[in-house]
């Protein structure tokens, strides 16, 4: 099966900046995770989606940060205005179920994004 | 609110050497617990993942770890590493109730030198 694909693999903005990572799930996934992996750290999940819905988004920094999940399928994750600290590596994720324990989460190779 | 902590950032051991990755973890409640690794340039791919039963689960590549309640810890190992298990290592925790919300760790970079 193809796997969880996200684009795009690198992008470069200047602070202040607005950015937007895409991310298609596996066929058939209800489930889809947005992670935040800065450089040393562990991934730190910013929003769960179950199908079209919000499942926790309450570690979302939502004054800049925003994503849509729209027909339940693909996702996006918008950014605007951007700050140095949002630097990291942007993963996406999905699973089969809404618990995503006996269907593993899948992740996708991820975007990473420098502020400069 | 659960959380883990990663006891060792990088570890560096020969080729064909055992290995044991160390992980504990703090919750109020029961959990589920996970390892998943990191290759350079690629996702997360989950290795093994404990959810009942035998505390002693086995994973692909011929990892495998043990769940410890008492100590609550769920340390990763492996009798033979290669070259090619070089990567970083990541535990996991999920509080059952908590739906699929997952706790990483600060991770582990294991190096495996020739």
């Known amino acids: 099966e193809a796997g969880v694909a996200q684009s795009p693999r690198y992008k470069i903005i200047e602070k202040r900046q607005s950015v937007a990572f895409w991310c298609n799930p596996i066929s058939g996934h209800a489930t889809l995770y947005w992670y935040q992996q800065i450089l040393g750290q562990g991934p730190k999940l910013l929003i769960q989606?179950?199908?079209?819905?919000?499942?926790?988004d309450s570690q979302l920094p939502k004054d800049r940060f925003s994503a849509e999940r729209l027909k339940g399928v693909d996702s996006t994750l918008k950014i605007q205005p951007a700050k140095l600290e949002d630097s990291a590596v942007y993963l996406c994720?999905?699973?089969?179920?809404?618990?995503?324990?006996?269907?593993?989460?899948?992740f996708g190779n991820g975007t990473r994004l420098t502020v400069t | 609110a659960q959380s883990v902590t990663q006891l060792d950032s990088q570890v560096p051991v020969f080729e064909e050497a055992p290995v044991e990755l160390r992980c504990n973890y703090s919750s109020s409640v029961s959990v589920y617990l996970f390892w998943y690794v990191q290759y350079p340039n690629q996702g997360l791919q989950l290795l093994l993942k404990?959810?009942?039963?035998?505390?002693l689960v086995k994973g692909i590549n011929g990892f495998e770890a043990e769940f410890n309640k008492s100590q609550t810890s769920f340390h990763l190992r492996k009798p033979s590493v290669h070259i090619s298990d070089t990567a970083e290592y990541f535990c996991?925790?999920?509080?059952?109730?908590?739906?699929?919300?997952?706790?990483f760790g600060e991770g582990t970079q294991l190096t495996v030198n020739p």
């Open positions: 404990y959810l009942s039963g035998s505390t």
């Open positions: 989606f179950q199908n079209n819905g919000v499942v926790d």
């Open positions: 996991a925790v999920s509080e059952i109730d908590s739906g699929s919300r997952l706790t």
């Open positions: 994720a999905s699973s089969l179920d809404g618990t995503g324990f006996f269907s593993p989460l899948h």
